[in-house]
């Protein structure tokens, strides 16, 4: 972060140390996920909240037979140059394995994870389409 001595952060200074959407740093704030206060019409993150705001996740993901990397809103929209082998890279698992977990409840129900499962099924459909093909294409040989 820019500023590590501030006693306040801007929600800026958030959405920039999260690499998130300046709207999502406001509407956690709005939620209470972030811990943040209001001086005159701005809002602002207490440091000292935010940091241990975010050591309090850490510990919580840490414990968690899944865990999840952080990611950005660019990161969990659909990319179609990204590979399956690159998302299993990134994941430690499968895209089919990665949507179970969610729908299990073992990894967290938030908005950037509803973009990665969206991201993995269309991965999953397209393994699982090009499988297809391999097999039609096996029988035709045989």
Not at 40 to 64: C, D, F, K, N
Request: glycine share 4%.
């Amino acid at each position: 972060m820019s500023v590590t001595n501030a006693r306040f952060l801007t929600p800026q200074a958030v959405a920039d140390d999260l690499d998130m959407k300046i709207s999502t740093v406001y509407k956690q704030c709005k939620a209470g996920v972030i811990p943040s206060v209001r001086i005159g019409g701005s809002v602002r993150i207490p440091r000292v909240a935010y940091e241990r705001m975010l050591a309090e996740q850490t510990s919580q993901t840490e414990g968690r037979a899944t865990t999840v990397p952080a990611i950005s809103r660019e990161r969990a929209s659909f990319d179609p140059d990204l590979t399956i082998e690159q998302f299993k890279e990134h994941y430690s698992k499968s895209p089919g394995e990665w949507v179970e977990d969610w729908r299990a409840g073992r990894i967290e129900d938030t908005p950037e994870h509803t973009r990665v499962a969206i991201w993995a099924l269309a991965l999953r459909d397209a393994e699982s389409a090009t499988a297809s093909a391999a097999r039609v294409d096996a029988k035709a040989v045989f």
